[in-house]
């Protein structure tokens, strides 16, 4: 068993306290062991503002896991972090990029079995000429420019109960329907099937595309989409072998007795795919990107500027995403 790479996100949220945190609940959690990419003075003064005793190790990759049990190791960076809980500041964001930068490369060499990402903030980055609409397109293209293989990622929320993917993502619900079509299903499906057998050990998954109308259209009567791309695309999967049935409605699809026959329900939009998962288990809802030639989890919440640095951030989330990280990284070696 390998080491997580973990960074720290945006220095200025929670992402420092909680990396701290979950150390600090490495035995009675059973957090796996990972090495931090980050600014060791900003760990050390975080810690000290929270009053969190901690003992850290600078280390390089390959001395992380033996480090682990005894203190927090920490593979430093170039650059360094003002400590301003609360305060985005763009000084950051070289450091936020370079931690990220550094993470993949150890996933894809093979030093670090899989990566976890704090939370990032989006502005102070676009303020200092990042030019990756988010954290996740930088990464498919970090993995494509690294590996030299294409990626396209896809968004998972996976939590105990529940393993749900948004086709379209972070666009206004007006632009949804407009924006659907068979083959981005189809695609956004079968790289889901396709993670699912290889990262989770799912031999056959199944999967409930959702309607995207109510009722998932009653047929035509509320609505073309259902009948006209979302029926098609689930043709198109089951001719690739894909065990996916709908459009099923998706006011149906997420009580207990719906979730027990398919492994992940495919939305149609954000909410329609976030809502259930939260509602299920927020503390223990780990967002997955899919589609990358790496393993990468992140806590399913944001920096929380406004809880930086009073103590008072939850580890959960990341505990969870730490976990959820070594069991996929497991299952993939067990497949090889």
């Known amino acids: ?80 972090f003002l400590d301003t809980p609360g305060t985005p500041n763009t000084v950051n964001a070289a450091g936020t990029i370079e931690a990220i930068e550094a993470a993949v490369r150890l996933v894809t060499s093979g030093q670090a079995d899989a990566l976890v990402t704090c939370p990032i903030a989006k502005k102070p980055l676009y303020d200092a000429g990042f030019g990756y609409p988010g954290h996740t397109e930088f990464l498919g293209n970090l993995a494509q420019t690294i590996t030299g293989a294409a990626a396209t990622p896809v968004m998972m929320l996976a939590g105990p109960e529940l393993r749900a993917v948004p086709v379209t993502i972070h666009i206004p619900l007006v632009q949804v329907a407009p924006a659907l079509t068979m083959a981005r299903i189809v695609e956004t499906a079968s790289i889901t099937a396709a993670d699912l057998r290889d990262k989770f050990g799912i031999d056959n998954p199944r999967l409930a595309i959702a309607g995207l109308n109510p009722h998932a259209g009653e047929d035509g009567a509320m609505g073309q989409e259902d009948q006209g791309i979302i029926r098609p695309a689930v043709d198109a999967l089951r001719r690739l072998g894909i065990d996916a049935r709908g459009p099923l409605p998706a006011d149906t699809m997420f009580h207990a007795r719906a979730r027990a026959g398919y492994d992940a329900a495919i939305c149609m939009y954000h909410d329609q795919a976030l809502i259930p998962a939260k509602a299920l288990a927020f503390d223990e809802t780990v967002n997955v990107t899919l589609g990358l030639p790496f393993i990468r989890t992140s806590p399913d919440h944001g920096t929380a500027f406004d809880i930086a640095g009073k103590g008072i951030a939850r580890p959960d989330s990341l505990i969870a995403a730490l976990r959820l990280a070594r069991q996929m990284a497991d299952a993939m070696a067990a497949r090889r």
Do not use: C, Y
Request: overall charge negative; proline content about 10%.
């Open 1 to 80: 068993m390998g080491i997580l790479a973990l960074t720290s996100g945006d220095p200025s949220g929670i992402g420092p306290e909680i990396a701290i945190e979950a150390w600090r609940r490495r035995k009675q959690d059973n957090t796996p062991a990972f090495l931090l990419l980050s600014d060791p003075a900003l760990v050390e003064a975080r810690a000290g503002r929270l009053g969190l005793p901690i003992e850290i190790a600078i280390v390089a990759p390959e001395d992380a896991h033996a480090a682990f049990d005894d203190a927090l190791p920490i593979v430093p960076l170039d650059a360094s």
